[in-house]
């Protein structure tokens, strides 16, 4: 997603705080990058970020979020859902 507004010019609006009197084109920068950020959540994510008004917002949410997420964490999650999976002989319901 950073490559992507990076490369859209839209990165600054996530990592700077506004101006204090925002112009035009920096409204329209803002904008593209809240459209930008929504639209690649999916909609289980969305919901959790309605009420943000700046890209800055969401993405410190969604870093503050997944920021733990190395790959030994993610590798112990692993080992946890292994351990209490379904087994063949398990009936669902």
Known sequence: MEI???GAG???TVVEPPPQAPDAAFTQRSSSA????YSSCEPDQQYL???FTA????W??????YENRTPVNINRL???????????DEKNG
């Open 4 to 6: 992507r507004l990076r």
């Open 10 to 12: 839209l990165w600054p």
């Open 34 to 37: 809240l459209q930008d950020l």
């Open 49 to 51: 970020i309605l009420d």
């Open 55 to 58: 890209p800055k917002e969401i």
């Open 60 to 65: 410190d949410f969604f870093k503050a979020k």
């Open 78 to 88: 692993w080992n946890e859902f292994d351990a209490i999976k379904m087994h063949d």
